[in-house]
């Protein structure tokens, strides 16, 4: 009785080492799952759903998105989709991003300098972040008070957000992040997609280096 | 008093048959009921009405489990002598504890994370709520299931304008931090509570379904018994 205990004792043990110990440590279901509507036109991309409303977006863009985005391989592009669904002022807020996007885009920052601080759509994310998470401001007062927040970060008239709001690069960015939602839906936010079509489960990440090599792994399959 | 020493002494002396009596009365089947009730009626006429406290997704998901308590408690108090409706209600408690104590442990893990700077581990809430069995209760009863709070951040948020009595002015900065059984020094959060709660419950709805079991067995075989001792004198 004994002996048949500790046989299968050993058995389950060896058997445990076998997969810990076969290299590919990611799989469908645990790392990732494949998205039932992928994103169109995302090859070789990395897609990031976020929210100003949402306290692990925060926590990621100080202290993980910063990290990979400048390590992923050249010819990945980063691309932040902002939820619009999510926030009192989630339509405003994408509208912003995307005008403050587009601008960045126009001053010739590449997607991989999106957390430099020559970027607007950094400065303006994170005025909204802490003015949100740190300060628990909620501007009550309206979608003035809201605006005023973000224009003030990157130094901008509202004139001038809503010339940018007619720009066409920025309504194209617009169409392009209502695919967040779908996205969204699946575990919340914040959201990684490789490629259109593989979305990162968050809570399976356990360091920057783990993102990335993840990532990479994904960008190939 | 000589009603509490008897029912101290009748456990003492004969624990299977007394838990399996408890049963048939219809006080401790209200008394889950009642307090679960309690508890969701709490969290969302005076900590999220009157305290600005804001639910998130576990936490309304945790309120599904205390009305799955609440359903389980009034279907045995129906009738506690009726197999059925006990059955069914410990079945509708049981699941709602189970489910309760996991969601509860999960927003404790959140509340961690969320309050540290490694972001590493969990997965931030959703305010699309997904209830077992795809029960659509955000859209029916969106005041008490729709999440509109962050998940480990349950601090007070008063809307700009808000006139606040002294009292809630009182509380709202007792709470300032978020909602912890003793604030000042952040002891015990309200998942840890919950978790505590579904904890207790499911042990004693446990014991409670064992004994009634255990006492099921014994009358019979003792039925059986006296069965076999009678059939020679017939």
Redesign the interface.
Same mark, same amino acid.
């Given at each position: 009785m004994k002996r048949k205990l500790l046989q299968a004792l050993t058995t389950a043990i060896a058997l445990v080492a076998v997969f810990a110990g076969s290299g590919f440590a990611f799989s469908e279901g645990t790392d990732y799952q494949l998205l039932e509507k992928p994103i169109p036109n995302a090859e070789n991309t990395l897609i990031k759903v976020f929210s100003y409303d949402? %306290?692990?977006?925060y +926590?990621?863009d100080k =202290?993980?998105t910063p990290k990979v985005v400048p390590q992923l391989p050249a010819d990945v592009t980063f691309r932040p989709f902002h939820l619009k !669904? +999510?926030g009192k002022y989630g339509e405003l807020g994408t509208k912003l991003f995307a005008v403050l996007l587009a601008k960045d885009q126009a001053n010739g920052l590449s997607d991989k300098e999106l957390y430099s601080d020559k970027s607007l759509l950094k400065k303006a994310k994170m005025a909204y972040y802490q003015a949100y998470h740190d300060k $628990?401001e909620?501007w009550? =007062?309206g979608e003035e008070a809201y605006l005023k927040t973000g224009l003030d970060a990157v130094g901008m008239s509202k004139a001038e957000f809503e010339e940018g709001l007619k720009d066409p690069k920025a309504q194209a960015l617009i169409a392009e992040w209502d695919a967040s939602y779908d996205v =969204? $839906?699946i575990?919340? &936010? %914040?959201g990684f997609v490789v490629n259109g079509k593989y979305l990162i &489960? !968050? $809570?399976s &990440? +356990?360091?920057v280096d783990g993102m990335l090599q993840l990532v990479n792994e994904l960008l190939k399959k | 008093m000589n009603f509490l020493q008897k029912g101290w002494n009748d456990l003492r002396s004969e624990p299977v048959p007394t838990i399996a009596g408890w049963q048939d009365g219809r006080f401790l089947w209200l008394l889950m009921a009642g307090m679960s009730l309690f508890m969701v009626i709490l969290a969302h006429s005076v900590f999220q009405h009157w305290l600005y406290m804001k639910p998130c997704e576990q936490c309304v998901y945790i309120r599904f489990a205390f009305f799955a308590m609440v359903i389980g408690g009034i279907l045995v108090a129906i009738n506690p002598k009726n197999a059925v409706f006990r059955v069914l209600g410990y079945i509708f408690a049981i699941y709602g504890c189970i489910k309760g104590l996991l969601w509860s442990v999960k927003l404790n893990k959140i509340h961690f994370v969320a309050h540290s700077d490694d972001p590493f581990g969990v997965q931030g809430c959703s305010t699309e709520p997904t209830f077992p069995f795809g029960l659509p209760l955000d859209r029916w009863a969106p005041d008490w299931f729709k999440p509109t709070g962050d998940c480990g951040f349950d601090n007070p948020i008063v809307p700009d304008g808000a006139v606040l009595s002294s009292m809630q002015q009182w509380l709202v900065d007792f709470y300032r931090d978020g909602w912890y059984l003793w604030p000042p020094s952040h002891f015990m959060n309200m998942a840890q509570c919950t978790a505590i709660l579904f904890g207790v419950v499911l042990l004693v709805l446990i014991v409670c379904a064992a004994a009634w079991i255990m006492n099921g067995i014994r009358n019979r075989e003792q039925a059986a018994e006296t069965r076999i001792c009678n059939a020679p004198q017939q």
């Open positions: 949402c %306290p692990f977006c +926590k990621y =202290a993980v !669904t +999510k $628990k909620r009550d =007062a =969204a $839906k575990q919340g &936010i %914040p &489960i !968050t $809570k &990440i +356990k360091s | -």
